[in-house]
């Protein structure tokens, strides 16, 4: 992470790429833009949210595909933050990333010039002031259909950015607009909702079972039948849940099962 240095402009911004060529190309095309001021880079999703934080930003130019942390993941964790507006930097085709077309001010596809940064700077300016209609959950989810879930996880916690591996999730719960990550040894909370951690998750593994808990079925090892066709699920950890009704058809199918 880098600082660069500021001078008086509109708009801040902040430039995330794992590459340092395609950092500083999009860095000098800025540059024929009095009104935007690039205050710093970023190497990486970790490095990504630590900018925002401390710098801000108006706007930020995204790379989805970094090693580890990718944008998806960061974007993730922008869910309650309305005053950061997201341009995606891609090198997908057009095809591929349609669904993003409506969450995000905008998408840059590698290799762009600078007559297309300018579309994207107006459409911006357009944007600036009005409220953004960013649906993360649903972002997330159309990315991750044709992707690979993320084997590494990224949430804003209190004061710290927590990184987890997908597997070693045990369960979620949700409060309001925050969720607690349960693992083996620890736990945090990180302010995001259940559905936008949902997204990130291969829905083969993690299951909802409650409108306010979601769980890795690899630490099931015990189902009982209760009252009014609610279940309890037993967790290797020996944290016991509910299985709500509403939710029981989705959690049998996982397993080739209707009930028990």
Avoid at 78 to 84: H, I, Y
Avoid at 130 to 135: A, L, N, R, S
Avoid at 147 to 162: D, M, N, R, V
Wanted: proline share 3%.
């Amino acid at each position: 992470m880098s600082e660069l240095a500021q001078v008086s402009s509109s708009y801040k911004v902040l430039v995330v790429d794992d590459e340092p060529a395609a950092r500083q190309k999009l860095i000098h095309f800025l540059k024929e833009h009095s009104d935007f001021d690039v205050v710093a880079e970023a190497r990486n999703g970790v490095e990504a949210l630590e900018c925002i934080d401390k710098f801000t930003p108006s706007l930020v130019f995204l790379d989805i595909q970094m090693p580890k942390l990718d944008g998806i993941s960061v974007a993730s964790n922008l869910e309650f933050n309305k005053e950061v507006s997201i341009v995606f930097v891609t090198g997908f085709n057009e095809y591929a990333i349609s669904a993003f077309e409506l969450n995000a001010v905008d998408y840059l596809l590698k290799p762009y010039d600078k007559a297309r940064l300018a579309k994207t700077l107006n459409r911006f300016r357009e944007f600036s002031g009005t409220t953004q209609k960013f649906d993360i959950p649903k972002l997330v989810q159309d990315y991750r259909t044709d992707q690979h879930y993320p084997k590494t996880l990224l949430f804003k916690a209190e004061g710290s950015i927590e990184v987890a591996k997908a597997d070693e999730v045990q369960w979620i719960e949700s409060s309001g607009n925050y969720v607690k990550i349960c693992l083996e040894r620890t736990a945090f909370i990180a302010r995001q909702t259940l559905t936008g951690v949902q997204s990130q998750l291969d829905p083969t593994i993690f299951v909802r079972i409650h409108r306010s808990h979601v769980i890795n079925i690899n630490e099931v090892i015990q189902v009982t039948p209760i009252s009014k066709g609610d279940h309890t699920l037993q967790l290797r950890s020996g944290t016991e849940l509910r299985l709500s009704r509403a939710y029981q058809e989705n959690f049998f199918k996982v397993f080739n099962l209707t009930s028990i």
